[in-house]
């Protein structure tokens, strides 16, 4: 069962024009804690820095593991960055908040 | 009863380790039947040394003739380029794919697209592996080269834990795995990968010596299995991956009685029948002995028998074979048109020894001679030193005894070193060994031959005079003098001298009988004379016999006259008739 689950903040339609829509997706692998504590980061990094310019899709490759090779993920969780182009990969339960941003190029756009 | 039974009969099963062919030439000898089924095996070497290889022909293999399903796991080559790699040698990777047979995964991962934000786990790898493993139902695995991951995921904590994991979860799922990684400074991994893999590690090495490179495996580790230890030479070519072991462990050909002419009757004669087929035959002798003459009457004869005969020449092209041997009634155009006749003319020099061996392996296998001519063996000592060249004709020998070849080799012996010696000293390998050598007399070098060993035969143990004529070989007896054997002008003088003397002998004999006859005429003659002297005597004495009868008939007629004149009475006349006839007796 994929759990594509669109968080409650994200409304693509009410982004500015000119500013940058975050269109992320995290892949886990069940219900780890790592998994959880990944997404409980995410929404606090996000919330923090990019309020209603970003959605989150959370895909559980127990449910769906041919997206794994697909999407080519190896380590869990991994989030990716499909938009803005070019499409960025962090690994880790982004207990790193520095390293989230830097990885994810949000200082510089937001 | 029937328990005890049923137990001893599971206990060597349930022991002995079960093994996956790898398909690969060779590999399955070395490893006693194949990886261990169900384990994972590590691969390790230098970068281009064939590991990528090793992995890919075990899936393949495993796919197309065993029937286990395979997955690749590529982490430095994409599917396309990995594909267009192997297809030169034969495999379709894309095609297996399509009849499920076979999935290749490539991992990608570019250090500089990842951030590392905390602790994670390799749970997608194993996701992608256990997805694709029940995709098609594969029993074999690859991956090539997980080290990979080292270089480009900075903890190497959470790698360690997560690769150890992974070798247990692939045993788990009962996969038969082949890791693939590179070799580092001093030990077999760079990362240490052997620690984990433990039930198998292959070693490939490509090692250069003499600016000739030579690829060699080892098994370093199978446990739980005999496996061979030695390093074994292996060969990359178009037919993909062959690793040429030394079967030499064993010594178990069988042997045949048949007799093989050596193409000189009068050789045979001498071997008493003829070299033993499947066996060895080495003739050494200096340059220009006619080595390669004997060797080539060997093949002729083969040929005419109808027998297919592999000839490797290291020092002349075959054209130059053939027209050197026509010049001495040898016809070789013809079996080679014929196809019976295959030569491989190379320079030693042209590849490494295992080269040599490997090819030699792969022509005598598409060929299937019953005679193989290795014209020299000594040349590869320009290539290699003598142990590994005799160590390549342990193996070559080994392999054609198997397959019941009879082998000549041709060795050339260095003046000035012992005759019986050769270069390689493979003298115990051989069944028979015939020494050509030269004899130096009379301002004349000619030739001669003699067998030195011939095992298993009775064989002569005289030195005969070789002649190469325009008909060929032959083999003559030679003249054993004060001074020692005799050949060429020196025995053909002897020949002639034996010849007149002969001679003198039967014109002797003639005179002697004639002269005899003449003394046997002379006695006849005297003998008629003196017959016809006796005759003449004996005629004489009759006719005076038969005169003195007469005249005594006379007389006594005359005295009975006398006495009649007288008396005249018929008295006397009786007894003068007595006298009568006293006279005539």
Redesign the interface.
Known sequence: MTERTPSPEADPQEATPGSPFWDLRL?V?GQTP?SVAALANLKRICDEHLAGKYRVEVVD??AN??L??SD???????LVRKLPAP??????????TE??L??LDFQSRS | MSRSAAETREAPAGSALVKAPTGIQGLDEVTGGGLPAGRPTLICGSAGCGKTLVALEFLVHGAVEFGEPGVFFAFEERPEELAQNVRSLGFDLEDLERRNLLVV?Y???ERS?????????????F??L???IDSIGAKRVGLDTLET?FGN?GNEAILRAELRRLFRWLKDRGVTAVITAERGDGALTRYGLEEYVSDCVILLDNRVIDQVATRRLRIVKYRGSAHGTNEYPFLIDEGGLEVLPITAAGLQHSVSQERVSSGVPQLDAMLGGGYYRGSSVLVSGTAGSGKSSLAVHFAAAACRRGERVVYFAFEESRDQVVRNMSSIGIDLATPVAEGKLFFHASRPTLYGLEGHLALMHKKVREADPRVVIIDPIGTFLSVSNAMDVKSLLVRLMDFLKERQITTLFTSLTTPGASLEQTDVGISSLIDTWLLLRDFETGGERNRGLHILKSRGMRHSNQVREFLLTDHGIELVDVYLGPEGVLTGSARRYQEAREQSDSLVREQEIERRRRELDLKRQALEARVATLRTEFKMEEEQLERLLAEEGTSRERQAKERADITRSRQGGPIASKSSADLDRRSTR
Not at chain 1, 72 to 78: H, K, N
Not at chain 1, 87 to 96: E, F, H, M, W
């Open positions: 892949y692998a790592r490759l127990m593991p041919a794994a090779r080519q993920i190896l380590a869990i969780p991994t499409a960025r990969k962090i690994i880790g339960d982004l207990s790193q390293r989230v830097v990885g | 995964d991992v990608q991962i697209e990842i951030e590392e934000t905390g602790e994670y786990d390799l749970e997608g790898l996701l992608r256990g997805f694709a991951l995921l």
